[in-house]
């Protein structure tokens, strides 16, 4: 009997309703809070992504710094480190800036230890032929990596909690 819904008994529509809507109901409810909470953790998921690409990065800056301080200003690969420590250091900047515009939570107090790390890696006599190998400088700049990673670990505690 194909009757419209308009047209059946109202007892029937209650009973219907009152049969289906409990089962309905928790969808009714995860639905939303699921898509709400998968959010945060996929924001979590890319600010953690970016802060690790960052320690990678700072990393990356002090072992090529240390290799560059460990030979000579006339070796041929000196030449191809400092191009290498000048385009990760454009980097970190990069990823330092995105990181503050895209989590503006993120307390970024480091500001020194990125500039004594640079100054560390880069100064005087930095990109001159006639400098000669520094290992004291290179354990230097592995030093200062090292601070500026542990700001940026402290940083990212600071952070306020994101549900996982």
């Given at each position: 009997?194909?009757v419209?819904?308009?047209q059946?008994?109202?007892s029937?529509?209650v009973?219907?309703a009152?049969?289906?809507f409990?089962?309905l109901?928790?969808?009714l409810v995860?639905a939303?809070?699921?898509?709400?909470?998968?959010?945060?953790?996929?924001?979590?998921?890319d600010r953690?992504a970016?802060i690790k690409k960052l320690?990678?990065?700072?990393w990356q800056?002090?072992?090529?710094?240390?290799?560059y301080w460990?030979?000579d200003?006339k070796n041929p690969?000196?030449?191809e480190l400092?191009?290498?420590?000048?385009q990760?250091s454009?980097?970190?900047?990069?990823?330092?800036?995105?990181?503050?515009?895209?989590?503006?939570?993120?307390v970024f107090s480091s500001?020194?230890?990125?500039?004594?790390?640079?100054?560390?890696?880069t100064s005087?006599?930095?990109e001159?032929?006639?400098?000669t190998a520094?290992s004291?400088?290179?354990?230097?700049?592995l030093?200062?990596a090292e601070?500026?990673i542990?700001?940026?670990?402290?940083s990212?505690?600071?952070?306020?909690?994101?549900?996982?």
């Amino acid at each position: 009997m194909n009757v419209p819904c308009w047209q059946l008994p109202h007892s029937f529509l209650v009973a219907l309703a009152l049969e289906w809507f409990p089962k309905l109901l928790p969808y009714l409810v995860v639905a939303p809070i699921s898509y709400w909470l998968g959010g945060f953790r996929e924001r979590k998921r890319d600010r953690d992504a970016a802060i690790k690409k960052l320690e990678l990065l700072i990393w990356q800056f002090a072992r090529d710094a240390k290799r560059y301080w460990s030979i000579d200003g006339k070796n041929p690969q000196s030449s191809e480190l400092e191009s290498a420590i000048k385009q990760v250091s454009k980097q970190i900047g990069s990823e330092l800036k995105d990181l503050s515009d895209k989590h503006r939570t993120f307390v970024f107090s480091s500001a020194k230890q990125l500039t004594d790390l640079r100054q560390a890696a880069t100064s005087e006599p930095f990109e001159q032929r006639s400098r000669t190998a520094d290992s004291k400088r290179g354990d230097s700049v592995l030093e200062h990596a090292e601070i500026l990673i542990d700001h940026v670990r402290k940083s990212r505690r600071k952070l306020p909690r994101i549900m996982s």
